[in-house]
């Protein structure tokens, strides 16, 4: 009678384990199940704004004042989902956009040429509907650079980028703001961005010996090819 119990609590307990294992089999496959959904609906959405590295405006030195060609602007290549030109047709500006950084301190890097602007390249490509930076000289040595008259755009005034495979992205302006150098540290960060969700560029203007920046920031509106 005994081995009998033994037999039939040794049949319930290999059971129950089994019924255990079977449990935990199926929770893990619905977890995996379901972090595989998870990641590839993430990886499908965009990207959300990046942390903000950009702090401090670097003092200008060995910008170049000699005129850019028309050669040299013709044969200046990016990457093709890189920004190459920008235009601002308010301005008269048509300039070429250099690949720039920032530094690990924080300090925005800026073209070496008056006649030339700055793209960071750790903020977005133009079309990532993400913040896309661009520095550029107002005047240097007092000579009047490519960002002269920044501060006398209006919103609604039109910013244009072409980018290395040619498509050419119009962003209208929303706001211009001019801002102390010692507020940099609070000012600049918003310059990576977006303005409600949207594709946002930032043109950021300085000049040497100036104690003060211009932000411009306006939205995409327009794409074409």
Aim: hydrophobic share 35%; charged share 25%; proline share 3%.
């Amino acid at each position: 009678m005994a081995l009998k119990i033994n037999r039939t609590i040794t049949k319930i307990t290999r059971i129950v384990g089994w019924g255990l294992a079977i449990i935990i089999l199926a929770c893990f496959i619905k977890v995996f199940i379901w972090e595989k959904a998870y990641y590839k609906r993430e990886s499908a959405s965009p990207r959300s704004d990046s942390v903000a590295v950009i702090t401090k405006l670097p003092e200008l030195k060995n910008i170049s004042t000699q005129p850019i060609t028309s050669d040299e602007y013709a044969s200046h290549q990016v990457e093709a989902k890189n920004p190459r030109y920008l235009k601002i047709e308010r301005l008269h500006v048509d300039c070429i956009i250099a690949k720039g950084s920032v530094s690990n301190d924080g300090k925005l890097q800026y073209p070496d040429s008056i006649y030339a602007t700055s793209w960071y390249s750790g903020s977005s490509k133009p079309g990532n509907n993400g913040a896309i930076v661009i520095s550029g000289i107002e005047s240097f040595k007092e000579q009047d650079g490519q960002f002269k008259g920044l501060d006398t755009l209006e919103a609604g005034d039109q910013i244009s980028i072409i980018s290395g495979d040619s498509i050419e992205f119009k962003y209208t302006v929303k706001t211009i703001s001019m801002s102390s150098s010692k507020d940099a540290i609070t000012v600049l960060p918003k310059a990576e961005q977006r303005i409600d969700g949207q594709e946002t560029l930032s043109l950021i203007g300085i000049s040497d010996g100036s104690e003060s920046f211009v932000v411009v920031r306006a939205v995409l509106t327009e794409r074409s090819k």
